[in-house]
């Protein structure tokens, strides 16, 4: 088992950042890739950004390119998703997520664990 927790949302006004932490517990994190995932009231789950644990290599939505920054502390099991210039449209619940795997990282599915989610408010 492994026990998601994000925090660092908020409310923020337009052209501002805001920096989410996932702090993952329980079972090893060694060989999984980690995500962020967020869903706007009446849409689908989208993806935002993924990384891999041990090698960290990074992806990222192609529309959300340049703005966001994925990272990861392996000393204390946290992810980071460090988002900049953001919009009203990125206002959204964001979703942290564990996967045992490494491909098709953009598709929900292929994720076992899921954090409670943080608000993200963009106001203009």
């Known amino acids: 088992q492994v026990q998601l927790g994000e925090s660092g949302g908020g409310r923020v006004q337009a052209g501002g950042s805001l920096r989410l932490s996932c702090v993952a517990s329980?079972?090893?994190?060694?060989?999984?890739?980690m995500g962020w995932f967020r869903q706007a009231p009446g849409k689908e789950r989208e993806f935002v950004a993924a990384?891999?644990?041990?090698?960290?290599?990074?992806y990222y939505a192609d529309s959300l390119m340049g703005r966001l920054t994925i990272s990861r502390e392996l000393s204390k099991n946290t992810v980071y998703l460090q988002m900049n210039s953001l919009k009203p449209e990125d206002t959204a619940v964001y979703y942290c997520a564990a996967s045992f795997g490494y491909s098709d990282l953009e598709r929900p599915l292929m994720y076992d664990y899921w954090g409670q989610g943080t608000q993200v408010t963009v106001s203009s």
């Open positions: 329980g079972r090893t994190l060694s060989t999984w890739a």
């Open positions: 990384i891999t644990w041990s090698a960290g290599d990074t």
